[in-house]
């Protein structure tokens, strides 16, 4: 692990390599940004460079430190994520009782939460006091998407490192360069993933995403044309696929928002689906407000499922509704 890991964000890189080398490193940081960003890399990377025994901008990736920190058993460094979706109380008290132990290898401690936000209130509160006065040799780090949802207390005491979107072409050339595929596939994955490389990476070790895609546009393409007794076969798939749902919508949004721009501009360039020209041409005879009201539905049905309305109910609903557009 080493910043050379890290795509696209060069300033925030910049920003924490001064830092140590100005020797003007904060005991706690907070680093906010959406999912897949690479935020937890780059903490796991401070991290290591924060413990190296050289001690300088980067990890050395040679010394005992550096060593155990890449094999995951560095004595001074802790991680620390959600269980079933929430941080509690209690590894938030082992944090503590760890933070309270001097350091067993070099000078510095190093504590990275992930997923921050799912910290309960009890928690936070627990954290609240460490962060107000850490002993002089603790560097906390929180990763959160959703710093919201964090105390204000909290996020007053940390500095704040803010991710932003990776600029599309550093996700493309990642993509060709270290996972080896071609351009064009690259190019729909990171668009597809919203500048997220995580998430580009994760679909691109996907084994079935394109073919679900295909199966996808295929149901639309035959809702379009009628053919609702389709409609019963799908729900059972969709219900197969419950866990990645949000992905499935995610992939009918961009076909109809795809539709949309191929209708106004024609120009292949601009949409996403790049390889379906000729699906985007046959559906093309919809007009502008059937589309918008169908994408509108699809994010309807994407926001009942997070509030766990009937999930067979909501996409049984949503692909007849689909039907009645036409
Ligand atoms: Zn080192």
Redesign the pocket.
Known sequence: MDYKDIVGHDIVVQSLKRAVKNENINHFYLFEGEEGLGKRTLGRTFAKTLL???KNEE?????S??RKFDHENHPDYLEVDPEKGIIRKGQVEEIIRRMSMSPFQGDRKVFLIDQAHLMNKEAQNAMLKTLEEPPSYIHMILVTSSSKNLLPTIISRGQKIRFHQIPLHFVIEYLVQREGIDQEEAKFLGEFSKGSLGRAVELCHSEDFFELRDWLLELVDSIIRGESWKIFSAVERFTQEKDRVQELLEVMMLWFRDLLVYKATEEMELVINRDKEKLLSEQSFLDFDRINDIIKKIQDTSINIQMNVNYQLSIETMLFNIQEEF
């Open positions: 190296c025994e050289e990890p050395c990736n040679q010394c430190s550096c």
